[in-house]
């Protein structure tokens, strides 16, 4: 996937200041108060900076953490994991692969019968594409 470099200024220019927050400066929004926690419809979920898809409603659950949950991504090129060892927690931090933007994290607590894995995405940092 071709990388996107933008200024710290044109990100600015790009992104409201929630969506900044979370993808830029590596940000959380609080628990149960994203604007997909609860999406149920059919479609698809990119990247609020890039557009790059990112997850299928087909691999979204209601995990209860408060944040939109995937089971798994539409394409593992499409993301980056990386070690994040901030808060005093050792986590797995997903970035999108194109434009570097934090997600989120992921967990091994997800549907053992599917993955396994829990994708716990902000919402600020995606936008739905219905189908």
Same mark, same amino acid.
């Given at each position: 996937?071709?990388? $996107?470099?933008?200024?710290?200024?044109?990100?600015?220019?790009?992104?409201?200041?929630?969506?900044?927050?979370? +993808?830029?400066? !590596?940000?959380?929004?609080?628990? &149960?108060? %994203?604007?997909? @926690?609860?999406?149920?419809?059919? %479609?698809?979920? @990119?990247?609020?900076?890039?557009?790059?898809?990112? *997850?299928? =409603?087909?691999?979204? *659950? #209601?995990?209860?953490?408060?944040?939109? =949950? &995937?089971?798994?991504?539409?394409?593992?090129?499409?993301?980056? +994991?990386?070690?994040?060892?901030?808060?005093?927690?050792?986590?797995?931090? $997903?970035?999108?692969?194109?434009? %570097?933007? #934090?997600?989120?994290?992921? &967990?091994?607590?997800? /549907?053992?019968?599917?993955?396994?894995?829990?994708?716990?995405?902000?919402? !600020?940092?995606?936008? &739905?594409? /219905?189908?």
């Amino acid at each position: 996937m071709e990388k $996107i470099n933008r200024t710290d200024e044109e990100w600015r220019k790009l992104l409201t200041p929630e969506q900044y927050h979370i +993808l830029r400066q !590596a940000g959380t929004e609080r628990p &149960f108060t %994203g604007e997909y @926690v609860d999406t149920e419809d059919d %479609g698809t979920y @990119v990247c609020a900076g890039c557009k790059a898809p990112l *997850f299928s =409603s087909d691999t979204k *659950f #209601h995990s209860g953490s408060g944040w939109p =949950s &995937f089971w798994d991504v539409m394409d593992k090129g499409n993301v980056e +994991l990386h070690e994040d060892r901030s808060y005093g927690m050792v986590r797995t931090e $997903i970035n999108c692969a194109k434009c %570097g933007g #934090h997600l989120g994290h992921v &967990f091994p607590d997800g /549907p053992r019968d599917k993955t396994g894995m829990r994708f716990c995405i902000n919402s !600020a940092a995606l936008e &739905f594409k /219905p189908e």
